[in-house]
C-alpha cells in the first residue's frame, strides 16, 4: 500500500485532484465552489409532496445520551438545536429512536413510547426554533425519525449485548458470541415488533414528524432481514419474504397514520466482517470464511468485498411501489466494517488500521448512490460518507448535485465538529479549518468504552467534561 496522505495536507485543489487521480478513483469536484441563491447547493428540491430550501441534509447521530426512560436531556437538545442551525434543509431521522425498550442499541438510547411521545415533540420543536433563529423560516424544512430495532447489537440495559436475531450468522454470532438458539426472534417476535414500528410511527406523527425512517442499515434488525437467506419461513429466503418486515410495517403506518410520510435508511451495500491482521501493523483483513461465497451481504457479489446492486435495485423498485420516495444510502454496519460505512484516518478503539486510502471508501458511497440515480432517477437521493472530505467536501458536494449524481449531501460527524457548515458553505464564508472533523474517530471510541458521544477533540463543550480525559488514557 502506497503512502496515505492526510486531506489536511493537500493545500490547493490541484494537489487533491491529482492525489484522487493518483488513487485511481473518480470523485466529482468542482475547483470554484459558488454561493448565493445561484450556487448549485442553494436550489430548492422541489417534489411533489415537499419544498426544500437547500440541498444539504443533516444523518443521523446518536450520542448515547439520552435519559434510561427514553427521554432526551441537555446533551440531546444541545444536538438538535445544533442540527437546526446547521443550515441544512433536510434533517434526516435525526438520531436513531428505539421503537421499544429491548430494541436499544445503549441504555440511554432514545425510544418512541406514549410515555416520551411529548418530549420528542418538544425537541423537535427546539430543532425548529433553533433553524428559525438562524435562517428565519422553517417551512422550507423537513424533519423525519429514525425509527428502529437494534437486533443483533442490543445493549439495552448496559454494555451486555443482548441480542434478537433474524437468523444465526456463521461469522458475526462467533466475534460477538451469540451461541443460544433463544435469541432468534420467531414469527410471532416479529410480528408483535412490527406492531411496535407502527405504533412509534404513529406516535411520531403527533409529535410533528413529516416522516419516519423505517431503519433499515448498519446491521441493525431491519438491515438483517435483508440477508435472512437461511431464515426459514415468511420472514426469511427469498427476496420477497426479506422484505415482508418492511412491506408490514408500511402497510401498518399507511393504515394507522395516514398522511405520515416514510423514508429508508438503506445500507446498499456490505462487505465481510473485518478483523486487525497481523501485529504490528493490525492492518484491516476480511475474516476467513472458507466457502468459496460469502452470501451473507446484502448489495454483495458474493466475495465478501464487492458491489452487486441487482436486489438493492429491486429493493428500490419494492420502495417506488410502496410508494416511498426518500431514500438515503450508507454502507454496511459501523460494528463489523466500519471503514465502509465511515471512511476515517484514525480507526475507533474497537476498529482496526487502514487497509485503503479512506478516500477511496468515500468515492465508493458517493459512486455508488450516482449510479442508482441513473438507473433509478424517479427516488429522492440523500448520499452519505462525505465527512473524510474534510476542506474538499464544499467542491465535491457542489459536483455531485450540480451533476445530479444525488439529490442531497447528507453530512454526520462534520456536523459535530462544525455544526454550521452548511450554512458557512451557502453564504460563502471561508470555512474554519480548527473546526474541519479530522475524523479522529473519539465520537465512536467513546460510545465503545461505554461513555457518551461527542466531539472530543473539537468541540470546547466536550473536551472540558470528565469523559475527555478518560479517552485520552484508553487511546493511550
Ligand atoms: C457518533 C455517530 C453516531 C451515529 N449514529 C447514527 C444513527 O443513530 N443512525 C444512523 O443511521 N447512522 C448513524 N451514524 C452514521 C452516520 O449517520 C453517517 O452515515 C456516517 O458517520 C458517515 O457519514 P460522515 O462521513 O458524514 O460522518 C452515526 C455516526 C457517528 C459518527
Ligand atoms: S470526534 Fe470530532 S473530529 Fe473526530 S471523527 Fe468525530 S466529529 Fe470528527
New binding site residues.
Given amino acids: 500500500m502506497t503512502t496515505i496522505r492526510r486531506v489536511a495536507a493537500l493545500k490547493s485543489a490541484q494537489d487533491f485532484q491529482e492525489y484522487i487521480a493518483a488513487l485511481g478513483i473518480t470523485l466529482p469536484f468542482d475547483e470554484k465552489v459558488e454561493h448565493g441563491p445561484a450556487s448549485p447547493l442553494a436550489q430548492i428540491h422541489q417534489s411533489a409532496r415537499y419544498t426544500l430550501g437547500n440541498r444539504f441534509a443533516v ?5 448515547w445520551d439520552g435519559t434510561t426512560e427514553g427521554r432526551p436531556n441537555e446533551l440531546v437538545e444541545r444536538r438538535w438545536t445544533r442540527f437546526g442551525q446547521s443550515g441544512a434543509k433536510l434533517i434526516w ?1 435525526g ?2 429512536v428505539a421503537v421499544r425498550p429491548d430494541g436499544r442499541a445503549n441504555p440511554n438510547q432514545l425510544m418512541m413510547l406514549p410515555e416520551t411521545v411529548g418530549d420528542l415533540a418538544a425537541l423537535r420543536q427546539l430543532l425548529v426554533q433553533s433553524h428559525e433563529a438562524r435562517f428565519d423560516r422553517s417551512d422550507d424544512l423537513l424533519i423525519g425519525l ?1 425509527l428502529t430495532h437494534s437486533g443483533r447489537f442490543a445493549r439495552p440495559h448496559d454494555k451486555r449485548l443482548e441480542p434478537a436475531i433474524a437468523y444465526h450468522h456463521p461469522l458475526l454470532d462467533k466475534k460477538f458470541g451469540i451461541a443460544s438458539d433463544g435469541v432468534v426472534m420467531s414469527d410471532d417476535d416479529i410480528k408483535r415488533l412490527i406492531g411496535d414500528f407502527i405504533k412509534a410511527a404513529k406516535l411520531a406523527q403527533q409529535a410533528g414528524f413529516t416522516f419516519v425512517d423505517v ?1 433499515h ?2 446491521g441493525y434488525l431491519g438491515h438483517e432481514f435483508l440477508s435472512a437467506i437461511d431464515r426459514p419461513g415468511p420472514y426469511g429466503g427469498s427476496f420477497a419474504n426479506r422484505t415482508r418486515f418492511l412491506r408490514e410495517i408500511v402497510a401498518g403506518i399507511s393504515c394507522e397514520a395516514p398522511g405520515l410520510d416514510i423514508g429508508v ?1 438503506l445500507s446498499v451495500f456490505d462487505y465481510i466482517p473485518f478483523q486487525p491482521g497481523a501485529e504490528p501493523e493490525r492492518r484491516g483483513i476480511p475474516t476467513s470464511y472458507g466457502e468459496e461465497r460469502y452470501p451473507y451481504a446484502f448489495g454483495g457479489d458474493g466475495s465478501g468485498v464487492g458491489i452487486d446492486l441487482t436486489e438493492p435495485l429491486a429493493f428500490l423498485d419494492l420502495l417506488q411501489a410502496l410508494d416511498i420516495n426518500l431514500v438515503c444510502i ?1 454502507a454496511g454496519s ?1 460494528y463489523y466494517n466500519p471503514h465502509i ?3 476515517a484516518f484514525f480507526p475507533p478503539s474497537d476498529g482496526y488500521q487502514l487497509l485503503e486510502d479512506p478516500l477511496v471508501g468515500v468515492a465508493r458511497q458517493i459512486n455508488v448512490v450516482a449510479e442508482l440515480k441513473r438507473l433509478r432517477p424517479q427516488l429522492t437521493y440523500v448520499g ?5 472530505l474534510q476542506d474538499w467536501l464544499p467542491n465535491v458536494a457542489q459536483a455531485v448535485v450540480r451533476g445530479n449524481h444525488a439529490d442531497f449531501v ?5 456536523v ?1 465538529s462544525y455544526p454550521d457548515i452548511c450554512a458557512d458553505i451557502l453564504e460563502g464564508t471561508r470555512l474554519q479549518r480548527k473546526r474541519i472533523c479530522r475524523t479522529f474517530s473519539d ?2 471510541t467513546a ?1 465503545r468504552n461505554g461513555m457518551i ?1 461527542g466531539c472530543f477533540p473539537l468541540d470546547d463543550f466536550y473536551k472540558a467534561r470528565p469523559e475527555y480525559e478518560r479517552l485520552q488514557e484508553i487511546k493511550k
Avoid: V
Wanted: with cysteine; glycine share 16%; charged share 20%.
Fill in positions: 444523518l443521523p447521530m446518536e450520542g431521522g438520531e436513531a429514525q431503519k442499515c448498519h435508511r450508507t459501523p460505512q465511515r471512511p452519505s460518507g462525505y465527512s473524510y447528507g453530512i454526520g460527524r462534520m459535530l465520537c465512536t460510545p458521544s
